[in-house]
């Protein structure tokens, strides 16, 4: 359980640094409320972004698809506890994050998906 914990932890530093290279600001990770957790909450030119990472091993079925409708009920439930804990009028995207390791020898791949309602 171990591994599998750091390896979705590699995979959200990886996300978190693609956000970072976008000029995205970083507010919080791995936010809590309740049973509901939001992987990064992050902003950027006026709009706030909740998004959910997904890290897997040489990919044969695509990771966003673990992004279950009920994962998305919770994303929206957590976005509104986080908004009555930090008022913003900024709009809201939810969003998610593929980091897909192919092969140790490679960089991962990271596919980004603004708009998890679009996907």
């Known amino acids: ?15 978190a640094n693609y956000l970072l290279q976008h000029d995205f600001e970083i507010l919080a990770r791995n936010w809590r409320h309740e049973h509901k957790e939001i992987d ?10 909740f998004i959910e990472v997904k890290t897997r091993h040489g990919e044969e079925w695509n990771a966003e698809e673990a992004i279950t409708s009920k994962k998305r009920s919770l994303m929206w439930r957590a976005m509104m506890a986080w908004k009555l804990q930090h008022p913003s009028l900024m709009p809201v995207c939810y969003s998610a994050i593929a980091v897909v390791m192919k092969a140790p020898y490679l960089p ?8 998890l309602w679009n996907m």
Not at 40 to 49: D, F, N, P, S
């Open 1 to 15: 359980m171990a591994r599998h914990n750091e390896f979705g932890k590699w995979g959200e530093d990886v996300a």
């Open 40 to 49: 990064i909450i992050a902003q950027r030119q006026g709009k706030l972004y």
């Open 108 to 115: 991962p791949e990271i596919r980004w998906h603004e708009d």
